[in-house]
């Protein structure tokens, strides 16, 4: 219900609130599955739309490095030596999984909320640098679209093209990261030890009811309240995982 009204993506929002229940890792991969099936429900309206020119430019090396950076997620996760802050008399303990999404998850609500960054724009000729870096923090982390939408917008793509690809290219790097992380999950046996099952499944469920809700609610897609006490969550959120209080 808050990424309708707040504008935010789904990812930007879901994986600090996993965060609260899983292990870092554990959640970027049940926020991947959540995110996956909610663009195909988007795929099966939007298809005809798709610029496959486009999709092979940008498509191709977001799929690629989302691998990678599915790859390194995990190899952060089985780094188990903590890392140690001391700021005056107070002094924390983290680990480094939770230092890099904890920085990523700050930037990327920054990323969201201010205008200055959210016109930033790049020219077309930089697509597939824009495919490997959103492809790769897709993977890492899962935020993907805030990237992806500053490298496609100066393309000047109808309205229903733009989402349509963006859907198209989301949907590749969701299937590839998760057939990263499924097989680290289920060798830990994660799905049935920490009852991700009924989270995936109660997200899906709040999404589907959120945006039918938000839509009788209101025209508008976002509310500037929302977005700055979202952000400020995510912005305290990113900084509890940074400090290890989470």
Do not use: C
């Not at 990323?111 to 959103?134: A, V």
């Not at 993907?144 to 733009?162: D, H, N, P, V, Y």
């Not at 046996?189 to 991700?196: F, H, M, R």
Request: proline residues 2%.
């Amino acid at each position: 219900m808050l990424t309708f009204f707040s504008g935010f993506g789904l990812g930007t929002i879901l994986l600090p609130v996993f965060s609260f229940f899983l292990p870092v890792s554990l959640a970027v991969a049940a926020t991947a599955l959540v995110h996956l099936i909610n663009n195909l429900f988007k795929f099966l309206i939007t298809y005809k739309y798709i610029d496959f020119g486009v999709f092979v430019r940008f498509g191709i090396p977001a799929g690629i490095a989302s691998v990678l950076g599915a790859y390194l997620l995990l190899n952060l996760e089985g780094f188990d030596e903590s890392i140690t802050f001391e700021l005056g008399a107070l002094g924390s303990e983290t680990t480094l999984v939770k230092l890099i999404i904890g920085i990523v998850i700050v930037f990327f609500a920054l990323f969201e909320l201010m205008t200055s960054f959210k016109n930033f724009s790049f020219q077309p000729r930089w697509i597939p640098l824009g495919g490997i870096l959103s492809g790769f923090f897709g993977g890492l982390s899962g935020h993907q679209g805030a990237l992806r939408s500053a490298f496609l917008i100066k393309l000047e793509l109808k309205k229903e093209t733009f989402i349509a690809t963006g859907v198209a290219i989301a949907i590749l790097v969701d299937i590839l990261r998760l057939a990263i992380y499924g097989f680290a999950l289920f060798n830990l046996n994660a799905l049935s030890d920490t009852g991700v099952g009924g989270l995936v499944l109660s997200a899906i469920i709040g999404g589907i009811a959120g945006a039918l809700f938000g839509r009788k609610l209101l025209r508008a897609a976002t509310l500037r309240l929302v977005q700055l006490i979202v952000a400020a969550l995510l912005f305290l959120t990113g900084l509890t995982l940074i400090f290890g209080v989470l």
